[in-house]
Each structure stands twice: as structure tokens, then as C-alpha cells.
């Protein structure tokens, strides 16, 4: 037990107590108690040991190393005291990240990590005093991001960056936030962001990537693209592919899950939803079902069946996103087909169903869109013109659908200037 309390907060792993500034005592994914110093904005950890004894031994080490700390601080006095107190924007974001993970969701925790890592560690701008990064330098990082990744990351990358600004004015360490209401000098407007068109393939496009899937993909990313270009499911909803949610002789599948890095979670709207599943794959599936039989048994995996779209390197982990966008593009390339992203295979499905005629609440209902409305303002434009055969009856004044017993009755323009030439003799007459 340690010698004396410290504050601490709830971890993933367990508690983690503040010795110092910069120095915490926490336990690792192994249940380690591990000694973390983060300072000048590198992060060191040493493990101490398991149990009281490790925990005692990591705490004593801790108050050790502040105690130097400390000691070197009071001997070499800086020149500009407050300057050499402000840590960096890096260990500030660092301190931001672990006091509020507890209160995100899991894919949020794993976002807002990926962005310090890839977007803000690596970057110069943020390696300095925190109180020392311009407005100027924020907006040039932020507007060098939006010349190579989509407005969505630069908008989560900017909300981070303000968020740990706002939590330093908070804590003192600086005045002002440099990062705030900087969006709109970068980005379009907002209703303007995040624009992109529908990218569906033809059915002839369709059936040549299909077929080249049987040969240059293995048997679950083939099926993995199958049903989402005659399923219409998202990518997440497509890896869940679970045997216990297929009805093979209603031919239906219930969508109740969604995957991505790997964890199972509620589909994008929270709603499950039946969607049917055309009789030719139904076919598939029960063949590839069939398949993972055999090879869970030639791999000696024992119990039954259960997802589907499976990696083969270990034959029962769904494949990652990236896998199936991976395997898209390879495909593509083998078929000699602009490059897709695994989204246009659900809009080739919408298309392909409303250029057919389907009632666009049916394609709603089996997209699992929260609207028809939704579904409209995506695909609208791909819906065929209803009145295309009646136009030109129709504007001649006559009856679009027949009614009136089918006789056109055409509308005739009045002649203005016959009329105006009888209207002026009249006036002279009168």
C-alpha cells in the first residue's frame, strides 16, 4: 500500500494515481503496476511488479523520482521561470487524453488516440511551450491536413486541438484559444463539407468485378463484397455477418450488429433491421457456410459455425475494414475498374434496385435508412422519370394517365398579336 493518498482516477485497467505533475502510478493490460513519467513530451514507463508489493515498489519509485525533480528545479533556476513551467502542447494533450477517456465511448477513445498520434505528436507546431503556439501556425497545420485528408478528419482533428486549448486556459497555462471559431477560415461552409456524390458501378462493371472476385480474392472477401453489392449492407453490418441472424428458407438476414475494430456494437442507428437476400446468394451463402465447416476442421478449431466473413489467416476473426477495403481495391484493379470504396458497392445496390423500378420505400426499408426522404435525396436523381411517357400529352393539355376516356385534347397558344391588332381597331371604332 503506498505510504501516503495521491488523487486518482478510474483507468482502463484499473486506478491511476497522480503522484506528480507529469508522474502517475498505474496498472498495465498485464495487471503490472508500471511507473509512467511524461515530461517535455515523451512518455517513459517502467514496469514495478504485480500486486501490493509492485504497487508499493512503483509508488515508492514515483515519489522518488518527483522528489528529484523537485530538487533539480530549486537548484538551476530559469531565466524565465514561467516559461520553463509551461509543458508542451504534446504532454498537455497527453494529461487531456487520460483525465477524459473514462467519460467516451470506446470508438471515440480509440479515434481521439489516433489523431494525437498520427495528426498531432508527429507535428513541430505542437512540440512547444503550449503557450507559445500561434493562431498562425494552428491554421497552417489544420490547413495543410485539408489539402490531403477529408474535411470530416480536419474538423475532428480541429476539435481536439481547441478542446486541450480550452482544458490549458482551465488549468492556467494559457490565456487564450488560439484554435477557437478557425474552421470557417479553412473549410467551406458547413453545409458544403462532406459533399460527395454516389459512386455506384453499372451492372456490367458489377459482374465483372464479381467475377474476377472468384479467382483473386479468397472465399470470405468475395462473399464480404457479394453482400454488400446484393445486400446493400454498410461494411460494419456486412463483417457482423453472423449464421444465426440468416433465415435460409425465408431468405432473410436480421441485422442487429455492426463491426469495427474489433468490437461488436449496434448498427448505425441503433435499429436492427430484415433485409432480404436474393435466392442466388442464398445459394452462396450456404455453400460457403459449408466451407468454413471443412476449414475449421482442417485448421482443428472446434465449436460451430459462427461469423461468416472470416479472416483465413486464423479462420474465426472477422476481417478489419481495412482488409475489405484492401481487397476491393486489388479486385478492381484486376478487373480493370476505377478504384471503389466498399460504401459504392451499397449505392450499387440502391441504384440498381430504383433504375429497376422498386418502390424507393422497399430499397429505404432494406437500407435501413431512418427516411424515405433520406433515401430520396441520395438517390433521387438515379430514380427514372415517372412521366416520361405521358410529357408530352401531358403539356399539350392533355391527361398524363388516359383519364377522360384516353383523348388528348391538345391547348392552343392565343394569338397576341391578331389580338392586340382587333382590340386597338376596336378602341377606334369606339
Known amino acids: 500500500m503506498p505510504r501516503r493518498e495521491y488523487p486518482k482516477r478510474d483507468g482502463k485497467y ?8 507529469g508522474i502517475t502510478v498505474r496498472r498495465d493490460n498485464r ?36 522528489k528529484k525533480l523537485k530538487s533539480a528545479s530549486t537548484k538551476t533556476p530559469s531565466t524565465k521561470p514561467d516559461e520553463r513551467r509551461k509543458p508542451t502542447f504534446v504532454a498537455c494533450a497527453r494529461e487531456w487524453y487520460g483525465d477524459n477517456q473514462n467519460r467516451w465511448s470506446e470508438e471515440t477513445v480509440t479515434r481521439y488516440e489516433a489523431i494525437l498520434r498520427l495528426h498531432i505528436e508527429p507535428c513541430n507546431t ?45 488549468s492556467g497555462l494559457t490565456r487564450e484559444n488560439p484554435a477557437r471559431r478557425l474552421l470557417r477560415k479553412i ?31 479468397p472465399a470470405s472477401m468475395r462473399v464480404a463484397l457479394m453482400v454488400m453489392a446484393f445486400m446493400g449492407l454498410r461494411l460494419g453490418e456486412g463483417l457482423a455477418l453472423r449464421l444465426k441472424h440468416l433465415d435460409f428458407d ?13 468490437v461488436f456494437r449496434k448498427p448505425k442507428g441503433g435499429k436492427s433491421r430484415f433485409v432480404d437476400v436474393p435466392d442466388f446468394l442464398i445459394a452462396e451463402l450456404e455453400a460457403h457456410v ?27 476473426t472477422p476481417f ?24 459504392d458497392l451499397r449505392h450499387t445496390y440502391a441504384t440498381t434496385l430504383l433504375m429497376a423500378g422498386v418502390s424507393p420505400a422497399y430499397v429505404q426499408k432494406q437500407l435501413g435508412h431512418s427516411s424515405i426522404s433520406m433515401t430520396v435525396d441520395v438517390y433521387g436523381h438515379w430514380i427514372p422519370g415517372e412521366g416520361r411517357a405521358g410529357l408530352e400529352a401531358a403539356l399539350a393539355g392533355g391527361s398524363r394517365n388516359g383519364a377522360g376516356g384516353g383523348k388528348i385534347v391538345p391547348f392552343s397558344v392565343p394569338n ?13 371604332t369606339n
Not at 142 to 161: D, G, T, Y
Not at 250 to 262: A, D, I, N, P
Not at 294 to 304: A, C, D, T, V
Not at 416 to 428: C, F, M, R, W
Open 416 to 428: 397576341l398579336q391578331i389580338s392586340a391588332n382587333e382590340n386597338a381597331t376596336a378602341s377606334l
Open 320 to 343: 478489419s475494414q481495412r482488409d475489405v477495403q484492401c481487397g476491393l481495391r486489388r479486385a478492381c484493379k484486376a478487373a480493370g475498374l476505377a478504384i471503389r470504396n466498399p460504401h
Open 31 to 66: 495487471q503490472q503496476w508500471c511507473l509512467e513519467i511524461t515530461r517535455k513530451g515523451e512518455r517513459k514507463s517502467r514496469t514495478m511488479g504485480v500486486g501490493p508489493e509492485g504497487r508499493a515498489k512503483a509508488m515508492q519509485a514515483a515519489e522518488g523520482v518527483a
Open 250 to 262: 425465408r431468405m432473410l438476414y436480421h441485422v442487429t450488429e455492426s463491426y469495427k475494430e474489433g
Open 126 to 170: 505542437y512540440k512547444q511551450p503550449i503557450n507559445r503556439v500561434t493562431r498562425n501556425q494552428v491554421k497552417q497545420h489544420l490547413r495543410e491536413l485539408s489539402k490531403e485528408r477529408s474535411p470530416a478528419l480536419v474538423e475532428a482533428v480541429h476539435a481536439v486541438v481547441s478542446s486541450i486549448f480550452e482544458e490549458a486556459i482551465d
Open 187 to 217: 473549410l467551406p461552409k458547413e453545409h458544403q463539407r462532406n459533399v460527395k456524390d454516389a459512386a455506384p458501378m453499372t451492372i456490367t462493371e458489377r459482374d465483372r468485378l464479381m467475377a474476377v472476385a472468384q479467382t483473386a480474392c
Open 290 to 316: 459449408a466451407f468454413l465447416k471443412k476449414e475449421r476442421l482442417r485448421l482443428g478449431i472446434g465449436g460451430p459455425v459462427d461469423a461468416l466473413l472470416v479472416n483465413p489467416k486464423d479462420g474465426h
Open 14 to 21: 484499473g486506478s491511476i494515481f497522480k503522484v506528480a505533475r
